[in-house]
């Protein structure tokens, strides 16, 4: 496994951050760990400093942790699995909030009384499981389509004028080489993407009683789109097939690309006109829809959530930091400097937020409250495995889309079997754990 060496070294990095706990008599020292690179590091450095200065008492260490998705989740199952009481705090993906919680790796927040009917509901639902909250939402990320408004004027409606747009702007003379790159390596991303086509043309993952329903015939469609339409058509690059979100971003942001599909940090430095150069040349809208019956424009719901792990020893000093990093001033801040979306409705009122973020307020909110969250299950990291390996067959062309489609239901639908999660899905994923239930095995 690729990343196995650069795992191990961050490791040791915490072993030996966490021998250096008590400097001083009566200070407790934390450990946040959480993706900073660039305007995001200075962020987050600026706001932990503030904290530390309203807490003499506290001093919090930052340890940065890879900004890949399924990077960061293996290198925190490793952490929690060896039960490494450091980092105290954890950058959860909107996806892991269960699975930690299952594993007894995460903290039940309950006892701190936290003030959930304050956030998106959405996102207070990815984190609750078994009727317990275990994380704070710390930013909402929604999957949104950047276009090239000096080839693009208007916004597409439909994937077919999507399609279009992008031909004829690839085929004037100096017209971009790609018509649209987004996050097609075999990780977490691809799954966000094939969310947003899923929905386009009406198909989901689970239907509302936890049923897989992946290979019907509106998901293929989906996933035949995808490989025919972008790909065979070379409307999107083959080396798609190994980007994540960074990538896309160079590509579009170099000037190489009509449209991307991404999240709404990379706003903030594609307008920056000293790296960009798209930088005044750009729109962000919503994904389109197929224009096919029952599908709808929809967005992936990504984003963080803060949690204390299970193994720390200074719970009440990490759950004070972060009730201070998801307080209205900090994700206020968070939306100026990094563009990224507050969980707070009330938030998309305040006259600050428009000049923060990219589209209107209102605009942001909606598609916070319209966007499709994955799976909220313990096992969503091995369902998600799955389906990343049939779509990359399929959009590599070793499987057709109905037959990959048909191999991830059979897949998934064992997995629900063998880790007895099928009475829970079909139940509201809040509801307390029947006493039967056993905590889902572990493949990692
Ligand atoms: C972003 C999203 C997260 C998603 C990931 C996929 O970090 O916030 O929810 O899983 O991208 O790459």
Redesign the pocket.
């Known amino acids: 496994m690729t990343v196995w060496r650069p795992l191990l070294s961050l490791l040791g990095a915490a072993v030996i951050v966490g021998c250096a706990r008590t400097n001083k008599a009566h200070e407790t020292v934390l450990t946040f760990s959480g993706s900073a690179l660039g305007a995001e590091g200075t962020l987050v450095a600026k706001q932990l400093k503030r904290f530390m200065q309203l807490h003499p008492d506290i001093r919090v260490e930052l340890q940065r942790t890879p900004d890949d998705?399924s990077q960061r989740h293996q290198l925190y199952v490793q952490w929690l699995n060896a039960r490494v009481g450091n980092p105290d705090i954890l950058q959860l993906?909107?996806?892991w909030t269960p699975e930690f919680a299952a594993a007894g790796w995460v903290l039940p927040l309950t006892r701190f009384s936290p003030a959930s009917s304050e956030f998106f509901p959405a996102t207070i639902a990815a984190n609750t499981w078994a009727g317990q909250l275990y994380a704070l939402p710390w930013f909402a990320?929604v999957g949104l389509l950047y276009r090239r408004t000096d080839f693009v004027p208007k916004e597409p409606r439909s994937l077919g004028e999507l399609v279009t747009d992008a031909r004829q702007a690839m085929a004037r003379a100096a017209g971009p080489r790609f018509g649209i790159v987004w996050?097609g390596a075999r990780?977490?991303?691809l799954i966000?993407g094939f969310v947003e086509y899923l929905g386009a043309f009406g198909g989901k993952i689970l239907d509302d009683s936890g049923r897989v329903v992946v290979n019907r015939p509106e998901a293929v469609r989906a996933l035949q789109f995808m490989r025919d339409e972008l790909y065979s058509w070379h409307i999107a690059p083959l080396d798609v097939l190994t980007w994540h979100?960074e990538e896309a971003r160079y590509a579009f942001q170099n000037g190489t690309a009509v449209f991307m599909r991404n999240?709404p940090y990379a706003v903030g430095a594609m307008s920056d006109k000293t790296q960009s150069r798209v930088a005044g040349k750009f729109a962000v809208s919503p994904m389109p829809a197929s224009g096919e019956p029952n599908g709808h424009s929809t967005a992936a719901l990504?984003?963080?959530q803060l949690a204390i792990n299970a193994y720390s020893e200074s719970p009440d000093a990490a759950y004070r930091l972060i009730e201070y990093l998801t307080a209205p001033d900090q994700m206020l801040e968070r939306a100026q400097a990094v563009g990224q979306y507050p969980t707070r409705p009330a938030l998309y009122r305040d006259s600050r937020l428009r000049n923060a973020i990219a589209i209107p307020p209102d605009d942001a909110r909606r598609a916070i409250e319209s966007a499709t969250p994955r799976p909220v299950t313990p096992i969503y990291t091995e369902l998600s495995e799955i389906l990343q390996i049939e779509l990359h067959r399929a959009l590599v062309r070793q499987a057709e889309p109905q037959d990959a489609l048909n191999s991830a239901a059979e897949r998934i639908n064992a997995l629900i079997e063998r880790t007895g999660m099928r009475k829970l899905m079909s139940a509201p994923h809040n509801a307390p754990v029947p006493a039967a239930t056993s905590t889902p095995s572990r493949t990692e």
Do not use: L, P, R, V
């Open positions: 998705a993906d909107a996806i990320d996050q990780y977490e991303g966000t979100e999240w990504g984003g963080s």
